[in-house]
């Protein structure tokens, strides 16, 4: 299956293109810097040229047609304010999933973050705010579209090596960590897993198999 991967140069894409590519199939990763074309080409990945900030849909959707799924991993990242939390976690989103439905690739998986779907604790900072709310509204908007999405909710990344144990369960989990490799693999394994389609799930450390652990959310 071709899967294009918004963010295509972020940590957790760069391996979810590894994991892709050695189980056959084609991942397509969006960067937005010419220099990160050889990087996801070693991860195996197809480089397409795409800033979510600046292009339009019909450019997004040229770049998914053909793909039986797409997934969200862009983030503006450590460092970043408010604006930008705005422009890419909430507006990048949406402009995916649009160009999504324009394309007709129906599976959507979007990484999104625990915390999202409430407000933030009183006493939060400025930029923590507009993160989750950007992430709130990023996935309110995917829900209400006409896609087979799933919006996976990770607690806090890590670059330790991965487990392959985890914790996944609908809202809400008790705040924890999770590595990256272990973020990747679980949505390999959603992407496998049709059933897991209208799903919100949130994700930490655990001591159930990645497999397992899907088969058991989505049941
Ligand atoms: N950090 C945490 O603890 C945590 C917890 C839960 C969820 N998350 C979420 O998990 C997701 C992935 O995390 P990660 O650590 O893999 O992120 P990451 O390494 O920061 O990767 C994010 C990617 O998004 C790309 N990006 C930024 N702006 C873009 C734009 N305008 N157009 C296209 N691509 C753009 C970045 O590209 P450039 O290199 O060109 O900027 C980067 O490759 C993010 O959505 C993040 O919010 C993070």
Known sequence: MRVVIAG????IALR???LLAGQGDEPVALVRDPGHEADVQAAGARAVLCDLETAGVEEVATALRGAGAVVFAAGAGPGSGAARKDAVDRAGSV???????RAGVRRFVQISSMGAGQAPRAGTDDVWAAYIKAKTDAEDDLRARDLEWTVLRPGGLTDDPGTGLVTLAAPSLPRGKVTRDDVAAVIVALLGTPD???HTLELVEGTTPVAEAVEAAVS
């Open 16 to 18: 979810l293109e590894r």
């Open 95 to 101: 402009l995916l999933a649009e160009a999504a439905e």
């Open 196 to 198: 897991s389609a209208g």
């Open 8 to 11: 295509g140069h972020g940590k």
